[in-house]
């Protein structure tokens, strides 16, 4: 158990609602990161926060991804109108602050998009 | 963007013999990090590797960091069934997000 929880862990959902995950990190790490996986690759980086401030994003995070962390503590992932593309493992992790350290991933929230 | 690349994409090996995949970033890295995914699990840290030419070793698997800091390997020897996996790369990439390669699913028939 890496201590990383993550909730739904499934989420169906019809094309065009909007979907939310959590992630509550492991509690001393201050950094959080969200991915994405599909099946048969490997994990693509989304966003990166440390503490409460979102400090990268990736062009995989179209507009309709939103993320927060509000208080530095748990983060949220929110997806508006989905498309069945969306359709993935979102796993988020978090990590120390420090050069190279260990990023730990909780069990991820697995979307399906009908 | 940088990239990573992992060989092969599959492996089916007996019980027994040895196993070993290859990583290769399109940049200079200043890490490298092995995860290990059962499937319908999700990545599980297994080791970082931080300096040019270094070599680690975990029971059975022994992880290598390539000399100029853009290549990677690890080797299990004598695999067994509960190696079942895919093994992914993954090489710092600003901020410490991680860029992972696609990974290499073993397979192990007893």
């Known amino acids: 158990d890496t201590g990383v929880s993550q909730n739904p862990r499934h989420k169906i959902t019809k094309r065009g609602q909007n979907v939310t995950f959590r992630c509550d990190p492991i509690?001393?790490?201050?950094?959080l990161y969200w991915y994405r996986q599909t099946l048969g690759q490997g994990p693509e980086f989304l966003t990166y926060f440390q503490n409460e401030a979102q400090l990268e994003k990736s062009r995989l995070l179209s507009d309709r991804f939103s993320a927060e962390r509000p208080k530095g503590s748990f983060s949220t992932l929110e997806i508006q109108r989905t498309e069945q593309g969306d359709s993935a493992m979102y796993l988020c992790?978090?990590?120390?602050f420090g050069r190279g350290e260990t990023q730990y991933f909780g069990p991820g929230t697995r979307l399906l998009v009908l | 963007g940088q990239q990573v690349m992992q060989i092969p994409q599959y492996q089916h090996v007996q019980e027994g013999e040895d196993f070993t995949t290859y990583c290769n970033s399109s940049t200079t890295l200043s890490n490298i990090q092995w995860y290990k995914q059962r499937p319908g699990g999700h990545p599980v840290f297994l080791i970082q590797?931080?300096?040019?030419?270094e070599v680690k070793k975990q029971k059975r698997l022994t992880f290598q960091f390539g000399e100029a800091k853009k290549n990677s390997s690890l080797h299990i020897t004598a695999t067994q069934t509960t190696d079942v996996g895919t093994y992914f790369c993954a090489g710092g990439g600003g901020y410490n997000k991680l860029i992972f390669g696609a990974g290499t699913r073993l397979a192990v028939h007893p």
């Open positions: 509690s001393e790490h201050n950094r």
């Open positions: 992790a978090s990590s120390s």
């Open positions: 590797l931080v300096k040019s030419g």
